[in-house]
C-alpha cells in the first residue's frame, strides 16, 4: 500500500495494470488447477502412538493422489477399538521419542509431495495429559452451595458446603493409566489444591430453577440448574465471612433480620480429563490462565519437534471445551483486584448465570441473582473479562508466542470457551471454526472471518464436514452441500474431518475414530478407501480446491462492521435467549455481508475517507451497534472519535447509557453519555432494527448486491475483489429452489464458474441502475460462483433447450455387485435388474459396495449434429455414479442433479452404457446385537432414476 502511494502517472497505471492482468490470469489458472496449498485439507487420526512409518508415507501418498493438500494430525485414543495389550500400549507412547521420529517420517514423506502437514499439540481435546500436567497445573473451577437463613433468631448457621462437580474423571479408577506408581499420590495433590475462597452473606431471595440438570451423553455438563426467575441480592448488604466459617461447616455468626442467601465458594483443581486422550499417565486438562502450565505441556508435546520442523506448517489447538462450574484461576481474585479496580468477593453471587460458560450446549439463562439495579450486569461484565484475559495471558498469547519462536504457524479454534473469541480467532495466524455448532450456521462462522479480517489473515479454516450421530451415512451430495455452506460462512480452507489411519486389527471398514459405542452413535466423515464413495472423493477435493484456490484471492467486500461486546458466544447471547440473529438476517437479505467487531480491534482502528480501517486492513463503510445499555468508555470515546472523521454509524433501537463494568462508575458513565452525545452530533442515528437496511441505503453504503426478488432470506453469500473483479459465491441453504436474481454493483460482464468440472460459461445480464442485472434461479441447496469482468461486456446468454428426450426404461438392466453385507465381503453375480432401493431388493437391503448396472443404448445420427449436446440423466442416485460410455469412463457424479454430458463418449447406433452406483457404508453396518450399531437406520441405496437420455441445443 505504502509503495502503491509513493507512485504517481503512468508508472502507477502501469503496475496497477500489470497487476490487473497477473491476478485474472492466476484466477483462471488456479481455478482450472488449483496449486496444492489452495486444496483442502484432512484432519487426520491417528491412534496414539500406534502407527508405523510404512503405512504412514502409504497414507500420505493416498492423500496426495484423493487431491489434498495436506493433513492435520490428531492423536488420540482408538475409540472402542479392539486392541491387544501390546498395541494398548503403543497407543500411549504418545509424545514419547518414537512418537515424535513417527511425526518427523510423515512430515517427510509429506513435503517430498509438496504438502504440508498440521500438528496438534497436545492428544484430543482440550490441551493436558501426561506427567507434564499434575494436580498443581490442571485448570481449576469454582463452585457454590448456598444456604437460606431467615436472620433475627440468634440461631448458629451450619452452611451446605461445596463438593467436586463429578465427571469425566481423568483420576477415574477406569484408566489403567491411573495406576502408575508415579501418580500413585495425585487424588490427595488434588484435594490439597481445595480450598476455600470466600463466605458472603447478602440479604435476598433465592432464584426459581428448573428441576432438570443439563446433560450431554448421559453426562453433567455443569450442576447448575437453569433459572425460571432469578433471585435478587441487596449488594450494600453482603457480609464477607470468609474468616467466621469452621472446620464443621457451621459459621460464627447470627444473621440479623431479614431473609439472608449465605454463599460458600469453593476452588477445586478439576477432574475433568482431556476427552479421549492417548499418552502415559493421568490425563489431566491444564490450567488455561496459567502460562507454565501452557510451557509444561508444549515442552512435552511440542519443544521434541524442534525449531521449523521439515514439513510441518503448523500446530493445532481445538476448541476450547473447558467443562468448569465457574472459570476460574489460582490468582483470580488478586489479578480482578489488579485489572478492574475492585475486590470481587462481596460480588461472587453474581456471576453465576447457567448455560453461558458450559462447555458443550452453551445456551441462554436468566442469571442466578439480579442486584435490582446494573450492578449485577457491571460484575458480570468485569467478571467475564477478566475471565478472558486471564485466558489470552495464560494460554493463547504464549501458544501464538511459542509457535512463532519454532519457525510455525499458530491455528486456533477461539469458540467454546469464556473468552472475547473474535480476538481469540484474531491474534493467531489460521483462525480456525468449526461446522458442528449448530450444523454450519454461516453467522457464527462469520467470527472467523472477522477475526481474519481485522487481524490481516489471508486463510479462514473450518474443522468441516462433521455431523453428529452419523457416522456411515453421509452422502457426496451432503458434502458438496455442506462445504458450500461454509465457504459462504466466510472460510476458504477446509480441514475434512476426517482420515482413520488404517489399524491393522481387521475387519471392513477398519477403524473409524468416532464410531458407534455404547454411549453415543459417534460423528461422521469417514474418509477413508474402505468407504465405497470413496472413489468420489478426488472429485469433491478438486471442487474444493478450486473453490478455495478463488476465496483465498484478493480482499473481501465486507460493508458493515457489526459490533460485537461479549464474551462467549452463543445463538442468543445478544438477544436474551431468543436466537432470531435478527440483525444478521437482516444485513444479508438486505444486500449487505458483515463482521463482527470487538473493543480490541475497535481500539486499534482509524478512519480514512470515511470509511473504518481496521488494523488488518479490512475496511467497513459503516459502523453497526446491537442495542446494549454498556459498553467500555474508552470504545465509547473511539466510536465518537470515527463519528467525527465521518464515519456513519447507527446505534440499534437504542444507544449505550453507561460504562460496561463497575469501577469507577459514576464517572466513566459520564464519559460514555458524553462519547454518545458527540457521536450523535457528529452526525450518529439510532435506528429501529427494521430501519438499519433502508438506513444504510439511505446513507449511500455500498451494498455487495442487490436482491431483485423481495424477501431473500435462505440465501447466503460472500464476495470478494481480486484486482478489478468482483468474485461472488451464492448458496441456497434451503431446501426449496429460490429467485436469487440479483443486481451486482459495477459494470460488465458476469460469468460463472463451475468449480465441479473447471468450466466458465457467460451468464446472461443486463445494465441496470447501480449495476448489472443477472437472473439466478437455485434449486434446494445449488450454489453459483460469479465473477464480474468490468473489461467485458455484459451478454446475452440463451438458455440450452431440450429437443430430444428419450426415458431409458427401467427394466432391462443387467447388475453386478460387490462390496459388504452385514460386514462381510460379499459379491452377487450380474443379473437381470430393474431400477429402484435396493433396500427393496432381496439379499441388497443390507449391502454396502458397488453396483454395476449395464444396457446397451441406440443414438440417433441427427442426435449428434452440431451445436448439440447429448445428456444423460441418472435422476434420484444413492449416492454416488460413475458413467463409462463404450469403455470410456468419465468423471464420477458426486451430487445431484446427477447428470453428465456424454457427447464426446457417444456414437450412432449402439453404445455400452455402464453405470457404477457406491452406497454408503450405513446399511452394512447395522448390527441388531452390537451396541450402538443396533440404532443406526436403513437409508436409501442404488440407482432409483429414471434414467433420462436428453439432446440439447
Given at each position: 500500500m505504502?509503495l502503491?502511494?509513493?507512485?504517481t502517472?503512468?508508472c502507477?497505471?502501469?503496475l496497477?495494470l500489470t497487476?490487473?492482468?497477473a491476478?485474472?490470469?492466476?484466477l483462471e489458472?488456479?481455478?482450472?488447477n488449483p496449486?496444492?496449498?489452495?486444496?483442502?485439507?484432512?484432519?487426520?487420526?491417528w491412534?496414539g502412538?500406534?502407527?508405523?512409518?510404512?503405512?504412514?508415507e502409504?497414507?500420505?501418498?493416498?492423500?496426495?493422489a484423493?487431491?489434498?493438500?495436506?493433513?492435520?494430525?490428531?492423536?488420540?485414543g482408538p475409540?472402542f477399538a479392539?486392541?491387544?495389550?501390546d498395541?494398548r500400549?503403543?497407543?500411549?507412547?504418545y509424545?514419547e521419542?518414537a512418537f515424535?521420529?513417527h511425526?518427523r517420517?510423515?512430515a517427510?514423506?509429506?513435503?517430498?509431495?509438496?504438502?504440508t502437514?498440521?500438528y496438534t499439540?497436545?492428544?484430543a481435546?482440550?490441551?493436558g495429559?501426561?506427567?507434564?500436567?499434575?494436580?498443581?497445573?490442571?485448570f481449576?473451577?469454582l463452585t457454590?452451595a448456598?444456604?437460606?437463613?431467615?436472620?433475627?433468631?440468634g440461631?448458629p448457621v451450619?452452611l451446605?458446603l461445596?463438593?467436586?462437580t463429578?465427571?469425566?474423571?481423568?483420576?477415574s479408577m477406569?484408566?489403567?493409566?491411573?495406576?502408575?506408581?508415579?501418580a500413585?499420590?495425585?487424588?490427595?495433590?488434588?484435594?490439597?489444591?481445595?480450598k476455600i475462597?470466600?463466605?458472603v452473606a447478602?440479604?435476598g431471595?433465592?432464584?426459581?430453577l428448573k428441576?432438570d440438570?443439563?446433560?450431554?451423553?448421559g453426562v453433567?455438563?455443569s450442576?447448575?440448574?437453569d433459572v425460571i426467575a432469578?433471585?435478587?441480592?441487596?449488594?450494600?448488604?453482603a457480609v464477607?465471612l470468609?474468616?467466621?466459617?469452621k472446620a464443621d461447616?457451621?459459621l460464627?455468626?447470627r444473621?440479623?433480620?431479614?431473609t439472608?442467601?449465605?454463599?460458600?465458594?469453593?476452588?477445586?483443581?478439576?477432574?475433568?480429563?482431556v476427552l479421549?486422550a492417548?499418552?502415559?499417565g493421568p490425563?489431566?486438562?491444564?490450567d488455561?490462565?496459567?502460562?507454565g502450565?501452557?510451557?509444561a505441556?508444549?515442552?512435552?508435546?511440542g519443544?521434541?519437534?524442534?525449531?521449523?520442523?521439515?514439513?510441518?506448517?503448523?500446530?493445532f489447538?481445538?476448541?476450547l471445551?473447558?467443562?468448569?462450574?465457574l472459570?476460574?484461576g489460582r490468582q483470580?481474585?488478586t489479578?480482578f483486584?489488579?485489572?478492574r479496580?475492585?475486590?470481587l468477593?462481596r460480588?461472587?453471587p453474581?456471576?453465576?448465570q447457567?448455560g453461558?460458560?458450559q462447555?458443550?450446549?452453551?445456551h441462554?439463562?436468566p442469571?442466578?441473582?439480579q442486584?435490582g439495579d446494573?450492578t449485577?450486569?457491571?460484575?458480570r461484565?468485569?467478571y467475564?473479562?477478566t475471565?478472558?484475559d486471564?485466558m489470552?495471558?495464560?494460554?493463547i498469547?504464549p501458544?501464538?508466542?511459542w509457535?512463532?519462536?519454532?519457525?510455525?504457524?499458530?491455528k486456533?479454534q477461539?469458540?467454546?470457551?469464556a473468552?472475547?473469541i473474535?480476538?481469540?480467532?484474531g491474534?493467531?495466524?489460521?483462525?480456525e471454526t468449526e461446522?458442528?455448532?449448530h450444523?454450519?450456521?454461516?453467522?457464527f462462522?462469520?467470527?472467523?472471518?472477522?477475526g481474519?479480517?481485522?487481524?490481516g489473515?489471508?486463510?479462514?479454516?473450518?474443522e468441516s464436514l462433521?455431523w453428529?450421530?452419523?457416522?456411515y451415512?453421509?452422502?457426496?451430495?451432503?458434502?458438496?452441500?455442506?462445504a458450500?455452506?461454509?465457504f459462504?460462512?466466510?472460510?476458504?480452507?477446509?480441514?475434512v474431518h476426517?482420515?482413520d489411519?488404517?489399524?491393522t486389527?481387521g475387519?471392513?471398514?477398519?477403524?473409524?475414530?468416532?464410531?458407534?459405542s455404547?454411549?453415543?452413535?459417534?460423528f461422521?466423515?469417514?474418509?477413508?478407501?474402505s468407504?465405497?464413495?470413496w472413489?468420489?472423493?478426488?472429485t469433491?477435493?478438486r471442487y474444493?480446491?478450486?473453490?478455495?484456490?478463488?476465496?483465498q484471492?484478493?480482499q473481501?467486500?465486507?460493508?458493515?462492521?457489526?459490533?460485537?461486546?461479549?464474551t462467549?458466544?452463543?445463538?442468543?447471547i445478544?438477544d436474551?435467549?431468543?436466537?432470531?440473529?435478527?440483525?444478521?438476517?437482516?444485513?444479508?437479505s438486505g444486500?449487505?455481508?458483515?463482521?463482527?467487531?470487538?473493543?480490541d480491534?475497535?481500539?486499534?482502528?482509524?478512519?480514512?475517507?470515511?470509511?473504518?480501517v481496521?488494523?488488518?486492513g479490512?475496511?467497513y463503510?459503516?459502523?453497526v451497534l446491537?442495542?446494549i445499555?454498556?459498553?467500555?468508555?474508552e470504545?465509547?470515546?473511539?466510536?465518537?472519535?470515527?463519528?467525527r472523521?465521518?464515519?456513519r454509524v447507527i446505534?440499534?433501537?437504542r444507544a449505550?447509557?453507561?460504562?460496561?463494568?463497575?469501577?469507577?462508575?459514576?464517572?466513566?458513565d459520564?464519559?460514555?453519555?458524553a462519547?454518545v452525545a458527540?457521536?450523535?452530533?457528529?452526525?450518529?442515528?439510532?435506528?429501529?432494527?427494521?430501519?438499519v437496511?433502508p438506513?444504510?441505503?439511505t446513507?449511500g453504503?455500498?451494498a455487495?448486491?442487490t436482491?431483485?426478488?423481495?424477501?431473500?432470506?435462505d440465501v447466503?453469500y460472500?464476495?470478494?475483489k481480486?484486482?478489478?473483479?468482483?468474485?461472488?459465491?451464492?448458496?441456497?441453504?434451503s431446501?426449496?429452489?429460490?429467485?436469487?436474481?440479483?443486481i451486482l454493483?459495477?459494470?460488465?460482464?458476469?460469468?460463472?464458474?463451475n468449480a465441479?468440472?473447471?468450466?466458465?460459461a457467460?451468464v446472461?445480464a443486463?445494465?441496470?441502475?447501480?449495476?448489472?442485472?443477472i437472473?439466478?434461479?437455485?434449486?434446494?441447496?445449488?450454489?453459483?460462483?460469479l465473477?464480474?469482468?468490468p473489461?467485458s461486456?455484459?451478454?446475452?446468454?440463451a438458455p440450452?433447450v431440450v429437443v430430444q428426450?428419450?426415458?431409458?426404461?427401467?427394466?432391462g438392466?443387467t447388475?453386478?455387485?460387490?462390496?459388504?453385507?452385514g460386514?462381510?465381503?460379499?459379491?452377487?453375480?450380474?443379473?437381470?435388474?430393474t431400477?429402484?432401493?435396493?433396500?427393496s431388493?432381496d439379499?441388497l437391503a443390507?449391502?454396502?459396495?458397488?453396483?454395476?448396472y449395464r444396457?446397451?443404448?441406440?443414438?440417433?445420427?441427427?442426435?449428434?449434429?452440431r451445436g448439440?449436446?447429448?445428456v444423460?440423466?441418472?435422476?434420484a442416485?444413492?449416492?454416488?455414479a460413475?458413467?463409462?460410455?463404450n469403455?470410456?469412463?468419465?468423471?464420477?457424479l458426486i451430487?445431484a442433479p446427477?447428470?453428465?454430458?456424454?457427447?464426446?463418449?457417444?456414437?450412432?447406433?449402439?453404445?455400452?452404457?455402464v453405470?457404477a452406483?457406491?452406497?454408503?457404508?450405513?446399511?452394512?453396518?447395522?448390527?441388531p446385537r452390537?451396541?450402538?450399531?443396533k440404532?443406526?437406520?436403513?437409508?436409501?441405496a442404488?440407482?432409483v432414476g429414471p434414467v433420462?437420455?436428453?439432446?440439447?441445443r
Amino acid at each position: 500500500m505504502r509503495l502503491h502511494a509513493m507512485m504517481t502517472g503512468a508508472c502507477a497505471a502501469a503496475l496497477m495494470l500489470t497487476g490487473t492482468a497477473a491476478t485474472a490470469q492466476s484466477l483462471e489458472d488456479g481455478f482450472r488447477n488449483p496449486p496444492k496449498e489452495a486444496r483442502p485439507r484432512f484432519r487426520w487420526w491417528w491412534p496414539g502412538g500406534a502407527v508405523n512409518d510404512p503405512e504412514l508415507e502409504r497414507e500420505i501418498g493416498v492423500i496426495d493422489a484423493a487431491g489434498f493438500g495436506g493433513a492435520e494430525i490428531q492423536a488420540l485414543g482408538p475409540n472402542f477399538a479392539s486392541l491387544t495389550p501390546d498395541e494398548r500400549a503403543r497407543v500411549n507412547d504418545y509424545a514419547e521419542p518414537a512418537f515424535f521420529g513417527h511425526v518427523r517420517a510423515a512430515a517427510k514423506a509429506a513435503a517430498a509431495r509438496g504438502l504440508t502437514l498440521d500438528y496438534t499439540l497436545g492428544s484430543a481435546w482440550p490441551s493436558g495429559g501426561g506427567f507434564a500436567i499434575p494436580p498443581e497445573k490442571a485448570f481449576v473451577e469454582l463452585t457454590m452451595a448456598r444456604t437460606e437463613v431467615t436472620g433475627g433468631t440468634g440461631t448458629p448457621v451450619t452452611l451446605t458446603l461445596p463438593s467436586r462437580t463429578k465427571r469425566l474423571g481423568a483420576l477415574s479408577m477406569f484408566d489403567p493409566r491411573v495406576k502408575d506408581p508415579r501418580a500413585a499420590d495425585w487424588p490427595a495433590r488434588m484435594d490439597a489444591q481445595a480450598k476455600i475462597v470466600a463466605v458472603v452473606a447478602l440479604r435476598g431471595t433465592a432464584p426459581k430453577l428448573k428441576t432438570d440438570a443439563s446433560t450431554m451423553m448421559g453426562v453433567e455438563l455443569s450442576p447448575w440448574k437453569d433459572v425460571i426467575a432469578s433471585g435478587t441480592l441487596d449488594t450494600a448488604s453482603a457480609v464477607v465471612l470468609t474468616d467466621k466459617l469452621k472446620a464443621d461447616g457451621t459459621l460464627d455468626w447470627r444473621a440479623p433480620a431479614g431473609t439472608w442467601q449465605v454463599f460458600v465458594f469453593k476452588q477445586y483443581a478439576s477432574n475433568m480429563g482431556v476427552l479421549g486422550a492417548a499418552g502415559q499417565g493421568p490425563q489431566l486438562i491444564l490450567d488455561h490462565m496459567d502460562p507454565g502450565a501452557f510451557a509444561a505441556h508444549a515442552a512435552r508435546v511440542g519443544d521434541p519437534l524442534g525449531t521449523k520442523p521439515v514439513g510441518i506448517r503448523s500446530t493445532f489447538v481445538d476448541s476450547l471445551e473447558l467443562m468448569q462450574d465457574l472459570p476460574w484461576g489460582r490468582q483470580f481474585l488478586t489479578e480482578f483486584r489488579k485489572r478492574r479496580g475492585y475486590d470481587l468477593t462481596r460480588y461472587l453471587p453474581l456471576t453465576l448465570q447457567p448455560g453461558w460458560m458450559q462447555a458443550w450446549s452453551e445456551h441462554f439463562s436468566p442469571p442466578y441473582f439480579q442486584a435490582g439495579d446494573s450492578t449485577a450486569d457491571r460484575v458480570r461484565a468485569d467478571y467475564r473479562r477478566t475471565v478472558s484475559d486471564l485466558m489470552f495471558d495464560g494460554f493463547i498469547l504464549p501458544y501464538v508466542a511459542w509457535n512463532h519462536a519454532h519457525g510455525l504457524k499458530a491455528k486456533f479454534q477461539a469458540h467454546g470457551g469464556a473468552i472475547d473469541i473474535v480476538r481469540g480467532y484474531g491474534v493467531v495466524d489460521i483462525p480456525e471454526t468449526e461446522d458442528l455448532v449448530h450444523e454450519g450456521d454461516p453467522y457464527f462462522m462469520r467470527f472467523a472471518r472477522s477475526g481474519a479480517d481485522l487481524y490481516g489473515h489471508r486463510i479462514v479454516s473450518a474443522e468441516s464436514l462433521v455431523w453428529k450421530d452419523r457416522p456411515y451415512n453421509v452422502t457426496p451430495d451432503e458434502l458438496r452441500r455442506r462445504a458450500d455452506l461454509i465457504f459462504a460462512g466466510g472460510v476458504n480452507s477446509l480441514i475434512v474431518h476426517g482420515h482413520d489411519y488404517r489399524l491393522t486389527d481387521g475387519g471392513w471398514p477398519g477403524w473409524h475414530a468416532f464410531q458407534p459405542s455404547p454411549f453415543a452413535l459417534g460423528f461422521s466423515t469417514m474418509f477413508t478407501e474402505s468407504n465405497p464413495v470413496w472413489a468420489g472423493v478426488p472429485t469433491l477435493a478438486r471442487y474444493l480446491g478450486r473453490m478455495q484456490s478463488v476465496l483465498q484471492q484478493g480482499q473481501p467486500i465486507v460493508p458493515v462492521a457489526y459490533f460485537y461486546g461479549q464474551t462467549g458466544y452463543y445463538v442468543g447471547i445478544e438477544d436474551g435467549g431468543a436466537g432470531k440473529q435478527a440483525a444478521e438476517k437482516a444485513f444479508l437479505s438486505g444486500g449487505y455481508d458483515f463482521d463482527r467487531i470487538n473493543p480490541d480491534a475497535i481500539g486499534d482502528a482509524r478512519v480514512e475517507r470515511g470509511v473504518l480501517v481496521a488494523k488488518g486492513g479490512a475496511r467497513y463503510p459503516v459502523l453497526v451497534l446491537p442495542p446494549i445499555a454498556g459498553i467500555r468508555a474508552e470504545t465509547a470515546e473511539a466510536i465518537a472519535r470515527f463519528a467525527r472523521a465521518g464515519l456513519r454509524v447507527i446505534f440499534t433501537d437504542r444507544a449505550p447509557e453507561r460504562e460496561e463494568g463497575l469501577a469507577d462508575a459514576a464517572n466513566r458513565d459520564a464519559r460514555v453519555r458524553a462519547a454518545v452525545a458527540a457521536a450523535m452530533k457528529a452526525g450518529a442515528r439510532v435506528v429501529p432494527l427494521a430501519q438499519v437496511v433502508p438506513a444504510l441505503r439511505t446513507a449511500g453504503v455500498p451494498a455487495n448486491l442487490t436482491f431483485t426478488a423481495p424477501g431473500v432470506s435462505d440465501v447466503v453469500y460472500v464476495q470478494r475483489k481480486v484486482a478489478a473483479r468482483t468474485v461472488t459465491f451464492v448458496h441456497n441453504l434451503s431446501d426449496a429452489p429460490r429467485d436469487a436474481g440479483m443486481i451486482l454493483g459495477g459494470t460488465g460482464g458476469v460469468t460463472r464458474w463451475n468449480a465441479m468440472d473447471g468450466t466458465i460459461a457467460p451468464v446472461a445480464a443486463t445494465a441496470a441502475p447501480g449495476g448489472v442485472r443477472i437472473a439466478l434461479p437455485l434449486a434446494g441447496g445449488e450454489s453459483a460462483l460469479l465473477v464480474s469482468n468490468p473489461a467485458s461486456s455484459p451478454q446475452v446468454v440463451a438458455p440450452p433447450v431440450v429437443v430430444q428426450s428419450v426415458a431409458l426404461p427401467a427394466s432391462g438392466w443387467t447388475l453386478g455387485v460387490e462390496g459388504h453385507s452385514g460386514r462381510q465381503p460379499y459379491v452377487r453375480p450380474v443379473a437381470t435388474a430393474t431400477l429402484g432401493d435396493w433396500r427393496s431388493v432381496d439379499g441388497l437391503a443390507a449391502f454396502s459396495g458397488v453396483g454395476t448396472y449395464r444396457r446397451s443404448l441406440q443414438v440417433e445420427p441427427g442426435w449428434l449434429a452440431r451445436g448439440q449436446r447429448i445428456v444423460l440423466d441418472l435422476g434420484a442416485v444413492h449416492d454416488m455414479a460413475t458413467v463409462t460410455v463404450n469403455g470410456r469412463a468419465l468423471q464420477p457424479l458426486i451430487t445431484a442433479p446427477f447428470r453428465v454430458d456424454v457427447t464426446d463418449a457417444v456414437r450412432a447406433g449402439a453404445n455400452d452404457v455402464v453405470i457404477a452406483i457406491a452406497n454408503t457404508p450405513q446399511n452394512a453396518m447395522i448390527d441388531p446385537r452390537a451396541a450402538g450399531y443396533k440404532l443406526l437406520k436403513p437409508v436409501p441405496a442404488g440407482l432409483v432414476g429414471p434414467v433420462v437420455l436428453e439432446v440439447r441445443r
